[in-house]
Each structure stands twice: as structure tokens, then as C-alpha cells.
């Protein structure tokens, strides 16, 4: 089986799709951060370099989805990916890489590799567009603005960590900007995706609402 879920930063995306991956008893691929993993090890200094530059380097890269006690954890050359990689400056520095041709090819053969010998549910911006098309399931998820920056705001502070919320409404007008217009693998729907607007939703009501579609 294989689920995709797409949609905007701070929708909720990633906690939905390891709770319907748990459900499910499937594997949970988060494809962004398979970006952020990237863009953390890379740094600021490779965005410099041309596409056909940076192409030998990323051959260097190799993700891994491993099983650990009932639970998939992803893992970039063979070092497991962590809260290190999901400050917001990592975050833009993924947006910009995922402008670049040449990386999106690269994880996207990585995903479809990784999804070769198992079910997922695959989450991320154009999971059902372009890297899954033959998807089971396909849903985007949406919400404004600024209920998407209070849920950060909430996140961060619950993992006990500094957050000003007019910085994070900021950077997520300006992902949105970046994710929705780039010329590559641009932020929208697919044509058959089930679109849920979670705005004014709780997590278990969205949650619910997916797990209804899913035969």
C-alpha cells in the first residue's frame, strides 16, 4: 500500500503520517527530512555550486529506512537523521536546495528506492504530484497562515526551546512563497488528491477524516 500526504509547512503532516504509518503497521518516509538531512550535511557553502557540481556529491549520499522495535527511522549514510536537522534555519536551507533540479532527481530516485520492497505512507510537498503518481491514496493537507505558525509556536515551546511567533509566521510566508512558485516540483495538489482543509480541525478529527477514505 502507499499513502501519500502533502501539503505546506506546519500543517501537521508529519505527525499525521506517523500516526496513520503506526495504524496502518506500514513505514513512515518523511521526504523532507530527507531535504533537511541533506541540506544539514551539505551546508550553506554547497548551494554556491553549479547543479553539475553539486551532482557528484550527492552520489556520495544514501538514505535508509530502518526498522527499530515497531518504529521506521530514517538514516543518512547509515547516521540516523535527528532533531538536529529540524532548526527553521535547516528548514530554509532545505527550501532553497529543493529549488535545484538536479537534488530533486536525486531524492526522488532515492524515495522510489526506498519504496520498492515495502508499504509507506510518504509524506511531504510533491509526494502524490511527482514522486508517487501511482499513489493508493493521495491527500493534501492545507491551513492559513497563521494557524500554522501558532502550531510551531506551540511545538517549540513544548520541546522547551526559544520561538517568536512574528519570525515564524515570517519564515512560513516565505516557505510558502518559495514551495508554491518554484518552477520545479511546485506546491500544489495532485489532480485526484482528497483535499482537507485543517484549519479549524484537531489533529484526532483530521486523522479520523483520512482513516475514513482508507479502505
Known sequence: MLITLDGPAGVGKTTLAKKLAEKLQIAYLDSGAMFRGLAYYLGQDKLNLSEEGLKPILNNFQFQLVLEGKDYFLYLNQKKLGEEIR????????????????????????????????SLVAEGRDMGTVVFPQADYKFFLDADCEERAKRRYKQLKMLGKEADLTLILEQIKQRDEQDRNRPIAPLKPAADAIIIDTTRLSLEEVFLKILSYIK
Do not use: P
Not at 527553521?88 to 533540479?101: H, N, P, Q, R, T
Not at 526522488?108 to 520498492?116: M, S
Open 87 to 118: 532548526t527553521e534555519e535547516v528548514g530554509f536551507l532545505a527550501s532553497s536546495l529543493g529549488k535545484l533540479k538536479v537534488v530533486r532527481d536525486f531524492l526522488k530516485a532515492e524515495q522510489q528506492r526506498l519504496a520498492e520492497n515495502t
